[in-house]
């Protein structure tokens, strides 16, 4: 029987996007230095802008991946499993508002 992994590290800190509060490049830079300042697997940056479409998101979303999987931190989408998937997140936001069971 093999051996089971050990449980992956929980983060201590949660950060979520938001090009409302600051523009796309000057919030990547920051979250960049962040995840360099931060012990490995210790942030989850979670991608939301709601208002983005799927196509923007994803965008985004690829740039975020970059900046987390560069420094070995956590990367999670809120409330679009689709996009979670296409990045391999490693975790999933689900709102009240969110997905349905059936979904």
């Given at each position: 029987?093999?051996?089971?992994?050990?449980?992956?590290?929980?983060?201590?800190?949660?950060?979520?996007?938001?090009?409302?509060?600051?523009?796309?490049?000057?919030?990547?830079?920051?979250?960049?230095?962040?995840?360099?300042?931060?012990?490995?697997?210790?942030v989850l940056f979670v991608l939301r802008d709601?208002?983005?479409?799927?196509?923007?998101?994803?965008?985004?979303?690829?740039?975020?991946?970059?900046?987390?999987?560069?420094?070995?931190?956590?990367?999670?989408?809120?409330?679009?499993?689709?996009?979670?998937?296409?990045?391999?997140?490693?975790?999933?936001?689900?709102?009240?508002?969110?997905?349905?069971?059936?979904?």
């Open positions: 029987m093999p051996a089971e992994a050990p449980p992956k590290p929980s983060p201590r800190l949660l950060v979520f996007t938001s090009l409302e509060r600051a523009p796309r490049e000057l919030m990547l830079s920051r979250f960049a230095r962040l995840s360099r300042l931060a012990r490995e697997q210790s709601y208002e983005l479409s799927a196509r923007e998101r994803l965008s985004l979303g690829r740039e975020l991946s970059q900046v987390a999987r560069g420094s070995e931190q956590l990367v999670g989408v809120a409330d679009r499993a689709d996009i979670a998937l296409l990045l391999d997140a490693d975790a999933l936001h689900v709102p009240e508002r969110g997905v349905d069971a059936p979904d």
